[in-house]
């Protein structure tokens, strides 16, 4: 363990932009929740009136999660059910950006060559990412609890949110020891994640049983505000304590640079598919986009078959109506697929983040300069990667608007003209992301250094565009985002012109991050 307090320091230096940007975040959601719920459902027969139109809704329950009663609190508990996987999420990849991404990079055999024990990187890892998720839990029991609900509940809930992290922060750490690199490591991660969701989801709509297979599920049962459960607890730090032991034991039976899972060996010769910077970048990103295409696909399912039902659940007092009309429709289901829409263009603008930090990933893992060393040229290489940051959002997004459209015409007997609508409404999400892309392909080839801050400009945008809406910050403020000037549909008037400014910024940032990278050095 020797050195561990100086790595975990180090850890906390680099991680002192995104570390405590995803724990105000997640950490301050269900607080958003609770001003929302209590503005817009103010007394207990809207409560209750919103609690039957949900229960009513089975796909609301795989969506969110199980939903235990009409307070306030309960309601809370419930609608911020995301958290419950969002925390596990950036635990999963703190854990494995610590550890095998480090060693993927050469830095863990630079570091271990001084007076560092073995096991030092990886406890800083698991020290830094259960830092996070216990204080993202303590940031969400404070809160509610300041904001007036009973202390036994807010703290069910600020706990059930730790032990699910916790139990997320353990696979993470065993998969870094299995895999044989930090690719594989979070593709293991997720995977797990991934199961523990459909199983809750499964579960929840369902008998219930498949939930208790689920760590999701596990603190899903700890209802919070609706006569708090406190075993379940014990079943999630019963199974982190089991991961994280399995992890530094498998920790002191591997080589440096490889997994106890041996890697398996590649063709002799490259396929014909595989010439070129374009095939080798949708090689190395075609898994990640089949993962996102299911589960976006599964989400806008879930989506247009609960839209027809949501007029019962929400309700129609003023406030209801108020709020939905700034997404713009002129119904109420038309309004709630806008606001849909909106969260998903953010989803996939993440996608896309992720898609172009494959390219500051590939240089500073030397990767770079390999391929740079042979006929093909620095535009030819970044095309690659750009083209699926620039053209995956929009197979994403044509995905979700195919998928609500479909289920939601199919229900209510109008696909002709539900689909075209909502396909159209998807689609128009398409210029704040680019904006986004842009902003990264600038950061890169300008201040490569600084490229992962891209991160927490599209969590800026977040925070100014939506979050801003609810907090009523300034106009001038929430116009910073790009996603506040994107057309309200369907249903809404669409203006073009807005849409070809937000085009005309991307094009214009693309165009200075790609000059700026042909003129300045390869990072190696």
């Known amino acids: 363990m020797s050195g561990t307090g100086a790595l975990l320091r180090l850890y906390l230096r680099r991680d002192r932009l995104v570390l405590p940007l995803w724990v105000v975040l997640l950490g301050a959601l269900p607080l958003l929740y609770a001003v929302s719920f209590e503005g817009l459902y103010p007394t207990a027969a809207d409560r209750q009136a919103f609690y039957l139109g949900t229960v009513a809704v089975p796909a609301q329950a795989a969506l969110v999660g199980p939903i235990f009663g009409s307070d306030l609190g309960a309601l809370v508990s419930w609608r911020a059910g995301l958290v419950l996987t969002l925390v596990p999420l950036a635990a999963i990849l703190t854990v494995v950006r610590h550890t095998r991404g480090e060693e993927d990079a050469g830095r863990t055999e630079l570091i271990g060559s001084t007076a560092v024990g073995r096991y030092a990187g990886l406890t800083a890892a698991v020290l830094l990412a259960g830092g996070g998720i216990v204080a993202t839990g303590v940031l969400s029991f404070v809160s509610l609890w300041a904001f007036g609900l009973p202390v036994a509940g807010s703290l069910a809930f600020g706990a059930s949110i730790a032990v699910v992290g916790a139990v997320f922060v353990g696979c993470a750490a065993l998969a870094a020891q299995v895999a044989s690199g930090a690719r594989a490591a979070r593709g293991y991660s997720l995977g797990v994640l991934a199961a523990a969701f459909v199983l809750r989801a499964i579960g929840d709509i369902g008998s219930g049983t498949l939930s208790w297979f689920s ?12 006569d708090e459960r406190w075993r379940p607890l014990l079943l999630s730090l019963a199974a982190a304590a089991a991961f994280c032991a399995a992890a530094f034991a498998a920790a002191n039976r591997r080589d440096l640079g490889s997994g106890l899972r041996a890697e398996r060996r590649g063709r002799v010769a490259a396929v014909p598919s595989l010439t070129g910077p374009v095939a080798l970048a949708w090689r190395l990103s075609r898994g990640t986009i089949v993962v996102w295409t299911v589960g976006l696909a599964s989400f806008g399912i879930a989506i247009g078959s609960s839209t027809d039902g949501i007029g019962d659940q929400l309700g129609s007092s003023t406030a209801i109506s108020d709020a939905l009309n700034k ?8 309004s709630f697929i806008a606001a849909v829409l909106s969260i998903v263009g953010i989803m996939v603008a993440a996608y896309s983040v992720s898609a172009l930090l494959r390219l500051h990933g590939e240089e500073e893992a030397g990767l770079a300069e390999i391929v740079l060393a042979t006929s093909v040229s620095r535009i030819r290489w970044s095309a690659g990667h750009l083209l699926l ?11 979700v608007g195919l998928t609500i459209g479909l289920t939601c015409g199919s229900a209510t007997g109008d696909v002709s003209g539900e689909l075209p ?8 999400q398409l210029p704040a992301v680019w904006v986004v892309t842009a902003i990264g392909v600038a950061l890169f080839g300008a201040v490569p250094r600084f490229a992962t801050i891209l991160w927490a400009v599209l969590g800026g945008f977040v925070a100014l565009g939506q979050v801003g809406a609810v ?4 106009q001038w403020l929430q116009d910073i985002s790009p996603f506040t000037h994107l057309p309200k549909l369907p249903g809404a008037e669409f203006s073009v012109l807005p849409s070809l400014w937000l085009v005309a910024i991307a094009a214009a940032a693309s165009g200075v991050g790609t000059i700026a990278f042909r003129r300045r050095d390869v990072r190696g």
Do not use: D, K, M, Y
Request: charged share 5%; aromatic share 10%.
């Open 421 to 428: 609508s909502v396909v159209g409404g998807a689609l128009a």
């Open 471 to 474: 907090l009523g910050l300034p």
């Open 389 to 399: 940051a620039v053209l995956g959002p929009a197979w994403l997004l044509l995905v």
């Open 215 to 226: 760590p999701i599920g596990w603190s899903a049962q700890v209802r919070p505000f609706a």
């Open 327 to 334: 997404f713009g429709g002129t119904t109420l289901e038309q």
